[in-house]
Every structure is written in C-alpha cells, then in structure tokens.
C-alpha cells in the first residue's frame, strides 16, 4: 500500500519518546539534532523518569501534551515502542519513527515481532519508517530525526538508504566539499511501512531535490517499485547503489537487515530498464550524484582528451576503451584550428589526434586554445583535460581557464589534475564553480559509461507498446489451460505438451512424432523426409545427450529403425520422437520466474554449449525492442544473429518476440514455473523451437 | 647490450651541458635542483654564453674542466646534444643523459636522428639516458638530475618510467604522505642505451630499494627483459603498470614514445609468468608500492573483515568475491572467543560470521576485543577494518588499537576508515605507524588480488624442468627439416603436411588418408572403420565448413562415395580427406610469434566454436606445468578437461604437453609463422589432434 510521506517528512510537530541526559545514547543525540538544526516547528520531549532534557521540560506521557503532534519518534527500545501503537493511533497521530533494532535483523523472535508491528500499523492505519532505522533528515525544514554525529549541510541531493551508515559517511564527505548536501536523507531500516516506492514518488515531487540517490539491498514490492522507477526516471535522475552483487554479499545482506535479496543481474535488469544509473560502488554513486548536483550531464560516448602527459593519457584511453567509450575523431577543420591557435607548437611538434599530447611544458595558453578550437567539434559528449603537476605546469591558471571554458559550454569538462600537494587548491576551486574534478583517471570511465548508459535505456514508449496479448487467441487459451490443468499433478510436462504449448501460443516449432512401436515408424516416415533426428522419449530423463539419448543425421530407413531399437532399450525410454534434421545455429530462451519481479526471460547459445559456457543474458518482462537489442549487442548471442558460419542473419525482432510470448505466457499461466527451449534452431527460414521443458510449480 | 649503470646513477662529478638563468629553462631546473637537493660531488656548469650561474662559474666548454666527469646531463636540443658525442668520449666520459625530445618519437626524420645516436652510442661506447626523458634520482646521494618541479623525499621505492610525467605525480604524493619516498627514480624515455632490464639488474642488487616499481609502454629486448624480471623478483617484488592495454591505447602510446607495443595479454603473461605484480591503474600501482614499501603483505586469498556497518561490509564482500577472494570461515574456537570477549554483546546481539557486523555503536573496545580473538585463526590472509564516523564510533582511540595490533602480528590489517571530515587524523596516524589505510572500501579487493596472484604464480623452479626437446628425436628433427624445406616457397602447408609435421613431433593425432579418385576409396575403407567423416581437400579453401566442405558421421560405402563426389565438386577441390569419426569434446591450440617473446600458446574451445566465442587464452613458451593448470581454472576450457556431458576427464599434462611441443617447433624453426591445431579432439582413449595448418613466413 503505497503511503504519503508529506506529513512524515515535513512535520509541524514533532514529539520524542525516550529522552535521554546522557550523552551518548541515541535519546539524547536525536533530541539535540533537532534543536541544533534549528527546527521551526513544536518540539515536544517525553521520558517518564525525567523532568528537564537540553533546558526543555520533559512530560511523562504523550497524553500529557495538549496539543497535535504530526510526527512521533520512538528512542526506545522495541517492546516499549510496539506497546505504544495503539496510544499513539488513539490520539490521531498518522506518523512514526521507529529507531530500535531487535526485529525481522536478529532471528525468528524479531521475526515474529516485526510481523505484530506490521499488523498493528495497518489496524492503527500508521505511517511508519523504520524500525532498525536512522531517522531521516530534511534540511530544507532543518529538521535532523537521525542520531548521526553531524548534520549535513543543505544541497540537492536526496538519498533513500536502506544502510544507516551510508548516511554517516556522505554526510561526513560533504562538510570538507562545497555545495554539496542533502536535500533530503531517508534511512529505510527494515521496511515495514514507508519503503523505497513511497520515498520515490515522494522525491520525485519535491523541488528541492534535483537528483535522487537510492542504496538498495533488495525491493519490497517488485512490480510497483518497477512502475515508480519508469515514471520517475522520467522526471528527475535516480542513481542506484545495490548491495548482494555475488551470492556471498547476498547471504550478507541477508543477515544484515533480513531482506529476501533477488538475483543480483535481475536487479540491474530491471534498474537499467527503467532508466536509472545503476553505480557500481560507493565512489562512483557519490560521483555520480555529484555530476547530477552540478548539472553538467555526458549523454553520448565519445570524448576528448587533452593532456600534459603522454603517459597518463594512453593509460586513461585504455580505461575509456575498456568502458565502451569512444575518442572523438578530430575533423580536418579543428585540426586547422588547433594549430593555427597554437601557433609553432601546434605546427611543428604535436602530432594532432585524440588524446591530444600538449607535452610536459603545456602552458595555460595551450591547454586553452586547445580546449576552445576543440570542444566546438559537433560530436563531442565530454572533454577530459588531464594535467600532471611539471615543472612549468601554471596550474591555478589552468583550472580558471577550464572553469571559464565551462561557462560557456554545455558539455561537461572534467579536469583530472593528478598529484595531491600542488593541486589541492585547483580542486577546491573546481568546485566552487560547480566543476567536477577528480585527482586521478581512473573512477571518470567508469562512471561516465554508467551514466551514458541510462540515457541509452531509458525508453522512448512504455514497454506495453508491443503487445503480445495479439499473439494468443482466447481459443487458444482455453486449450493452453486444458494441457496445464491436466497435468497439474506432474512437475513438468512431457515434450508432447510442453510444444504443444508453445504452439498454441504461436511460436513456431519443428513438428515433434512420438513413436512408442516400431510398427509406427513407416507412418512418420511418410509425414517426414530424411534426414530427421531421434530422440528418447521418457518423461524421467533431463539431459537426454547424457545418455546417448539423441541420434542425428539419419539419412535411411533402416538406420531409423536401428536408432529406434537402440533408443527403446535406454533405462525408463517410452519409445522416441522423431522430427526434421534440420541445419543451422543453435540458441536457447528459457524464462523462469523471480519472486520480486515475475517473469525473467534468459537467452544464451543453445544445444550443449548451454551448460558448457553458462553465458547467458537476462531480461525482465516486459522489455521493448530497443533495449532488447542493446543488450544483446553485448553478448555472444549477436554472433549467430548476424549471421555466422555461414548461416543467414536473423531478426532480433523474431527472437524478441518469441521471449516476449514466453514472458506473457508466464504472466498469464501462474502454475509455470519455467520454460526451457533449447535449442531454437536459427535456419534460414527463421527460429524453430526444436526442443522444450515446461515446469510446473 | 646490458649496461651498468653503477656511475651514471651514482656519479661523483656531474657536468650540466647547456645551464641557464632563465627559470622556465630546463637548463636552470636541473641545476638548481642538483643544488637544492644537496648533492656532495662535484658539479660543473657549461654554456658558452654565461659566465655564472646560481652563483656558480659556467664554463665555456667540457675540455676547459681539468678534472675527471663522471656524468654529463645534456640540456641542449637535440642536434647538439648529438655533435657533442664525440667530444665526451674524448675525454674519457662514460655517462650521458640526454633530455632533448625530438626522436623516434616526432616521426621519420627524428627516427634517423635517433639511429645516429644509437650508431655514436656504440662507436664510442657511452651509456645514454634517454633521449627524450626527464633524468633520474637518487635520493641516497642527494641527487635530483630532473627537470621536475619538487624534490622526492627519501624513500626505499624505486621506480623505471618511460613516463616522466608519472615520477612528478608520484612525488606531488609523496610529499604530502609520511614515510613514502623514492630511492630511485629513472626515467627511460626513448631507451637507446640504457633500457628496463638495464635499471632492473641495478636496482635489484641497491640496498635502499626495497621494491621495485615500473611503469611500460612496451620492452625493448624481450627475453632478456623475461629473464632478467624472473631472477630479480626472487630477490626483491617488482610491480608494473603497462599501459596500452587495448588497440586505442597501444595507438596512443605509438605516438607517443614511438615504441611497438607487443599485444596486452602477452606482456600480462610475461610478467605474471615471471612473479611480478601487475596493476590495473596508477592508483592502484602506488597503493601496491605503499605495501611493499612498509612491509606488511597479505600473501593468500582468505580475508576477515569486521565492520560497523552492515551495508558497507556487503558492498565490500561482493568486491571481494568479484576479485576471486574468499571469507574465512569463522571456526568454532574463534566463536567462542569472541562472544567470550565482547560480553552481552556478542551473546546477544551479534551474529557471529563473516563480515563480522559489531553494528553502528561499535566501541574501540568492541574493536580491539574482536580483531585479537579471531587475528589469531591460521587462515587468515588479511584483516579489514571497516569503520564508518557515527554518533559514537571513538575515531582515533579505535586507530590506535588498530596500530597496536598491527604491531604485534605478521598479517596484514588493512583499516578503511570512510568519510572524510572525521577521519583525515586516523589515516594520518596510520601512515606514521606504517599502516597502509584507505578512506573507501573499493581499491582494497583487486589490490590484495594483485599481490596474492604474484605469489601464486612465482615459480619454484625454472619452467625448462619439462624440457620438451626430449620429445623430438634427431631423426625426426631432419625430417621436419625436409618437409619445411620443400614447401619454403609457400605461405602455408596443406593438412597431409601439417599433420605429419605433428606426428613426427610427437603428437598424437588421427591420421587421414588423402583420395584423389573415386577408386582409391575401397582401399582407405579397409583401413579405417565407419563411421568416418570426410573433409574437401583444397591448398585454397581455409575454412572448410563455410563451403560444406565437411561431412560427418558417414556410416556406409555408398554415404562415402556421394560424400566423395560432392566434396570433388566444391571450387578448388583437389579430392577429400577420409579420418575416422569419434565423439569427444572439440579444444583448440594454437601457437603464434610474436616479435617481442617468440612462440606464444593458445588455447581455447574448438570447432566452430573458436570463431563464435572468441575466448581463448594465453602463454609465452615456455612455461611450468603449474602456470597452464592455475591459469586454465579461470577459463571455459577447464569444463571440459573436467570431463564433460559424459566426456571423461582429461590430464593438463596431456594438454600441457602439445602446447609446449608446438611452442619447441616455433622456437626450433625459425621458418613456421603459427600453427593451429583445430580441432583437438577430447575422448576418452586421450586426445588427438584432427586438422591442422601451418602457417610459413
């Protein structure tokens, strides 16, 4: 159920329970947040053991206060705060902060006490965040509801973080930078109410927030998440930092804050699709989030590089290789302007391509008519001007030309001046001028292939655009339903039914024969020609290569009947099948469903090569098109579509569409557990499903 | 040639050829930093149009110096640099620096500069630094002969560039970090004379260093350099950066020291074959030297982490795992002491596994307790404190406990303090105390990545201990000889040649029968039996399969005589080739001359498969039987030695073997250009090569 959070975050009251005098507990740390933020609104304190708490009085119950209260915040501990529920509800009060840990985080008793708070919260009908939670901060309202040691300083960025820590830190970075802070800070904790969906929509509205920050380690609710993430997307930046990247980190998350962690690739799926920048450690999210505050955004690959160190700028260009970035190719015309504009140097020493090498003795002047006769190229998407501390090198002078420079562009220009002594003062200034500096190459590929990306993903239609609804007919369904229903007792069907299926739901197959005696052999033979291909037919065997359940090529009529025998003696065989022996690549789509997100369509190389390589791709139905052909541009699987060994080049639109069936066919069936077709033959007359495994769940 | 560079290095005269009062000039730094830095020997400027300078007597020429020269530092152009040549060794001088640019690397009249410079170099015997180059330090005798902006303080890092730009960022570092300092800094520049392995050799046997840094655009004799690395990282941890790792890069480091990078994967081979370490950045290039140079290492891959922060604890371990680390496994004494040593804390709150969460109220004294009760367990390769500045976390107390500790174990412990405002003080008491800190978790993972493979790879004994030739007896030597001979005017042998090229090396493989006319196939199939399968035979076809010049699983005479006539028709067919058909797994193997370490071995999936997958990897004959089997577990080609769908196992050795007779044939024969074997079959009676070609060049 999705929550308001305007009251929540932005307060006119606020009472908190379990004040404390003593320094160091969090009563006491949360109570002077609030005072020393300069909070406008009422305060109200309450401790039944104490009269006064920072010069306030102290009343002994929240009865006491005669007065309405938007938001409580709870400084005690879990029993003491679950006990206060229907008190609170009673008094009309909607909001809450529930600070203490000791719930779903530490074993089955927390576990069931989560499960209580949860069910109170929805009898008392309670907005709650938390519990196991930081608080939240709102620096606009100067309101600091966390027990963090500093408060932040005001800025545009707000982060929602299901890790309390986190807050810690960037809080901690931004008082030593300038301009940069919270908008807002949203510490999650376990979820039980107010969760990221909620967060989103909120910030999305909020005027105050230019970019949104969110570390994850799982979703509550996939597919609303999903939906919140598209719309906002649209409206404002949302970089995504998610934890349980690898099935260790997972296991981690898992005993930090209890979270049920996804499959970490259908997250960044998911992420991608839906148009945010998905960063890849906690560096670049800060980066990131910082390239966004500042406003100076890259949204195409290539880029330039200057440089007063030839070393330096070829490890740098094998960093933007490595990252899918490209080095603009300089035009005849910029060429003609650099060395007009850099006069003998330009002329007689530099050889002009990209990385532009304007050598050791580089001086303002040169790292200026360098930057202005370049950067008017058309196809730029960022400029990297890198400079090494040398003997000659004006450094101040430079970072005031690059600033001056940026001024004037819509480009990014990032500064990369390497060293820590001499150019300390270079980067402050930087970023007072709102320029993103770094001190050294490597995190700027990296982080600019991140946020090119998103703007790559992010879908120009909904996904729905294609509907493969029209694949389906309501006849049809009724028949796909009549098969599942049947076998509704079996975990899996059998190859009969499991094509059958994908044939009712249009895909296109080669026709399958199942011949129990040998006496039907001559029937299939008149329906086939030679060559086709036997296989074992048993419900009990899975990996029917395994045991030499497969016998391709058979050209004759006694080899068929050979293979037969051969087949039939196989440990539980129920005869084989027979089908074309067709020519051309093998692929495989399966499609399996995640407990967040629902259908997850996988495609890979097919035939044996499946388990061999384990190198697959994964998509999160629905998907369009366009992302469906983006992403297969980076795996093996583009090979066989542009044509390989002498095979014909397919459509991606066929392959596309065939998942997109699958997906809705899992949508729409929830006894499908999953679908494997492997291989999907790709022949010149198109993609053939020849083989498939239908599990039911 | 190899150089010793004891004097030039370590000089008790040095003469500056071209001094000046201009303070932009080279010719003035370089003096002035001679000075600065406090050099004891005797110095000489010379400038035939000064009289003094930096208060010093300049005289007109080098012949009016009445006194021995150990060094002469040319800081003239280029042309009179070189006119001088002839003069210096007149006079009984050995050792020159040279600074002008101007060379090979500013196209082809600077390329015959640089080969009259080579030419003098060698007719007068001298030892040149550079051309093109920044000079050397050596801080033990106070010499700083750059032209670089700041002095580098003392330190036992020694580091060879062909950067000189790196050595000024290095120092800008150094000079804001306690303990960090160069003992030697070279830098190569164009590397006429004096080379990589030159300064590798010295630096080795130099007490100050205590390692040896290098930063490569390529290398200049690559089996020496090979042998010289692999003898001097016994003795003392070389750590490189090479740059050029992709096409773009390597594009980039053509123009700019005008070097021929050799392919990446080849030099990362090279130097991991021969125990260096290699970085992946600069950043992480220094992080490494910082290790070594204060001393703690972390020399396998278990690593323990402790955190006051869940979340950044799971970011951490994904990282971790991502770079091939593992969690160590907390033991049931380790447990049991920790909950002893923590109190109610660890009985209560705490789950005790790896990461260790101490949560966000973490005291010093929940810290200290915790790394002493499980530092203790014998697995454990590295310690990493994860510290986040919350409410109460004591900053610099937990600092100081980390220290201590540190002081009293061997093992690594590695403290990543996050933040920035609050824990600027921690890292620089880390520093003071020998402490290598980080202020992010990131770098940390594929840093002790770096550094544990080098110890991995270091090999106990030489990699000639298999020695191949024994496979190759003499007779046969002359009958390779022969069928090398005979085909010398052509660009390739066909598959009857290669392949008794292979057989007579010693390689087993399945013999084919070449037939030309219909008749000769009754006598081949009594030779083999079916199934067989039957390949075009053509000087001119390279891939037989795009042509269907390839048929398998032949079962009968009259399958074979249309498979015959079929394969006669194709374009250029000169008859077929008949081999017995078997079922196994298809490899790939390969070998290549790459003109910088001769034969290098490839190895991957065969069949089609080669082409489609592109995945293949990498060794430079030769090498130890413990390098292929450690570097084969990262690939997909491990799958199938472990036996595959069926396939049974297979030995390394076996694989091992062929690859290192075929890199003994390229080695042997200076004629054979490269050779693949495709596919190499995999069955269960052992493997057999099936095709083959052999490249002339």
């Not at 989560?114 to 100067?142: M, Q, V, W």
């Not at 009724?478 to 076998?487: F, V």
């Amino acid at each position: 159920m999705s929550q308001d959070l305007t009251t929540l975050l932005n307060p006119n009251s606020i009472a908190i329970i379990g004040v404390s005098h003593e320094p160091q507990k969090v009563g006491h740390i949360v109570a002077k947040n609030i005072m020393d933020q300069g909070y406008k609104g009422e305060l109200y304190f309450i401790n039944p053991h104490l009269d006064r708490v920072l010069n306030k009085t102290v009343y002994k119950s929240i009865v006491d206060i005669d007065a309405p209260i938007d938001l409580v915040i709870h400084a005690v501990p879990s029993e003491i705060a679950l006990n206060s529920l229907q008190e609170i509800s009673q008094l009309g009060i909607k909001n809450v902060v529930i600070y203490a840990a000791g719930f779903r985080e530490t074993g089955d008793d927390g576990k069931k006490r989560e499960e209580l708070l949860i069910a109170k919260a929805k009898e008392y009908d309670l907005c709650i965040l938390g519990p196991n939670c930081l608080g939240f901060i709102n620096t606009s309202r100067h309101i600091n509801a966390t027990f963090l040691k500093h408060s932040s300083p005001k800025g545009n960025i707000s982060v929602v973080s299901q890790s309390g820590a986190l807050g810690s830190v960037m809080i901690d970075h931004f008082i030593d930078h300038n301009h940069l802070g919270f908008s807002y800070f949203i510490s999650l904790g376990n979820k039980t109410v107010v969760d990221e969906s909620d967060c989103l929509e909120f910030l999305s509205q909020d005027s105050s927030t230019e970019v949104i920050g969110m570390y994850l380690e799982d979703v509550k609710d996939g597919s609303r998440f999903r939906e919140t993430l598209a719309k906002v997307t649209k409206l404002k930046p949302v970089v995504i930092l998610k934890s349980g990247r690898t099935q260790e980190g997972s296991k981690a998350a898992l005993s930090h804050t209890g979270g049920l962690g996804g499959d970490a690739e259908v997250y960044e799926t998911i992420f991608k699709q839906a148009g945010a920048v998905v960063a890849n450690s906690y560096q670049q999210f800060i980066d990131i989030l910082k390239v966004y505050s500042f406003g100076k955004i890259p949204t195409f690959r290539s880029v330039l590089v200057l440089s007063n160190a030839g070393g330096v700028g070829v490890l740098l260009t094998d960093e933007l290789v490595h990252n899918h970035l490209s080095l603009v190719t300089i035009t005849e015309h910029t060429k003609k302007e650099l060395e007009k504009s850099l006069g003998s140097k330009g002329f007689k020493r530099i050889t002009i391509h990209n990385p532009i090498d304007l050598l050791g003795d580089a001086s303002v002047f040169d790292y200026r008519q360098a930057i202005l006769s370049s950067i008017q190229q058309q196809d730029i998407g960022a400029v990297i001007v890198l400079l090494t501390p040398q003997a000659n090198t004006q450094i101040m002078e430079t970072a005031r030309a690059i600033i001056e420079a940026q001024n004037h562009f819509i480009k990014p220009i990032y500064p990369v001046f390497m060293g820590e002594h001499s150019i300390k003062d270079a980067h402050r200034l930087f970023e007072e001028h709102h320029v993103v500096s770094f001190d050294s190459y490597e995190p700027l590929p990296s982080m600019i292939n991140a946020i090119v990306e998103s703007y790559e993903y992010r879908p120009k239609q909904p996904p729905s655009s294609h509907s493969p609804e029209t694949l389906i007919t309501l006849a049809h369904e009724q028949q796909i339903k009549d098969i599942l229903e049947l076998a509704s007792s079996k975990k899996f069907l059998n190859l009969e039914e499991s094509m059958n299926i994908l044939h009712l739901a249009g895909i296109p197959l080669l026709p399958i024969h199942h011949v129990h005696h040998k006496e039907e052999l001559d029937y299939v033979i008149k329906k086939l020609r030679f060559p086709v291909v036997a296989k074992v037919a048993s419900d009990k065997i899975t990996h029917k290569t395994d045991v030499k359940g497969v016998v391709t090529n058979i050209e004759t009529v006694q080899d068929l009947k050979k293979a037969f025998n051969d087949l039939s003696k196989i440990a539980n065989s129920e005869g084989c099948y027979i089908q074309k022996n067709v020519k051309g690549n093998e692929l495989f789509i399966g499609v399996k469903r995640d407990n967040v997100f629902g259908p997850i369509l996988v495609y890979g190389l097919g035939g044996i090569y499946v388990e061999l390589l384990k190198e697959v791709t994964q998509f999160v139905y629905p998907f369009t098109l366009k992302e469906f052909t983006k992403k297969l541009e980076t795996t093996k699987v583009i090979n066989i579509i542009k044509g390989f060994r002498g095979a014909p080049a397919i459509k991606p639109q066929q392959l596309y569409e065939i998942g997109m069936t699958l997906g809705f066919l899992m949508h729409h069936f929830s006894d499908i557990q999953a679908i494997d077709i492997n291989p999907l033959f790709s022949t010149d007359k198109g993609l053939f499903a020849a083989d498939c495994r239908l599990i039911l769940g």
